[in-house]
């Protein structure tokens, strides 16, 4: 409507330590940037809002999970973290997702090749899906060296959740017996 703005947040890792970022992009380019939180060791690699409440949740290089609560914000993480899950990953959150169907209930990967589903008010771990895609190999061309890949994203979508991965298999994690039970099923390659 007239007269409110559009917020939008970054993440990623600056020289010092600013993980997330928020811009108004109705504001001059000058005063854009509103708000820095500086929470996450080594940078933040993923974001997700859960709109109605005012919670950000973010996933963090060091493999952490954190719910903040941007209407306490001001920058100061500390004062608007709601919980935070230190190591919720082995080697870095790669995505995190609201289940629109489901409130209250948060997915993540991890360069582990884990999928976990959260309880996003507590951030309890609910359920852990293990080796749901293959790892590969890759030769980044940027650094020439070696990286390892396994799920590349998550999405909701009305049936369950999908994972997509390096090993070019789509899987659908569909709910099977009550709304917090997964069971993994392929649903096809990409290329």
Same mark, same amino acid.
Request: one cysteine or more; proline letters at 3%; hydrophobic letters at 40%.
């Given at each position: ?21 928020? !811009? ?37 290089r ?20 709601? /919980? ?33 589903? !959260? ?21 980044s ?14 999405? /909701?979508?009305?049936k369950?959740?999908?994972? +997509? ?18 069971n ?5 390659? +990409?290329?």
């Amino acid at each position: 409507g007239q007269g409110r703005a559009t917020i939008v947040a970054a993440a990623g890792s600056t020289a010092s330590n600013e993980n997330i970022v928020f !811009w108004d992009t109705l504001a001059p380019p000058r005063a854009a940037r509103v708000a820095v939180i500086r929470g996450h060791e080594g940078g933040a690699t993923s974001l997700c809002a859960m709109s109605e409440s005012g919670i950000l949740l973010s996933g963090g290089r060091g493999g952490d999970l954190c719910a903040r609560d941007m209407r306490m914000s001001g920058g100061n993480a500390d004062k608007s973290t709601i /919980w935070r899950v230190p190591e919720a990953h082995g080697g870095g959150v790669v995505a995190v997702d609201t289940c629109p169907s489901l409130h209250g209930l948060l997915g993540s990967c991890g360069k582990d090749g884990d999928i976990k589903l !959260w309880h996003a008010a507590t951030g309890a771990m609910i359920q852990q899906l293990t080796a749901v895609h293959e790892r590969r190999m890759f030769l980044s061309s940027r650094t020439s060296t070696l990286n390892q890949a396994s799920i590349n994203g998550i999405t /909701w979508t009305s049936k369950g959740l999908v994972s +997509y991965g390096a090993d070019g298999i789509v899987n659908l994690c569909q709910f099977t017996s009550g709304p917090l039970a997964l069971n993994v099923r392929n649903v096809g390659r +990409y290329s």
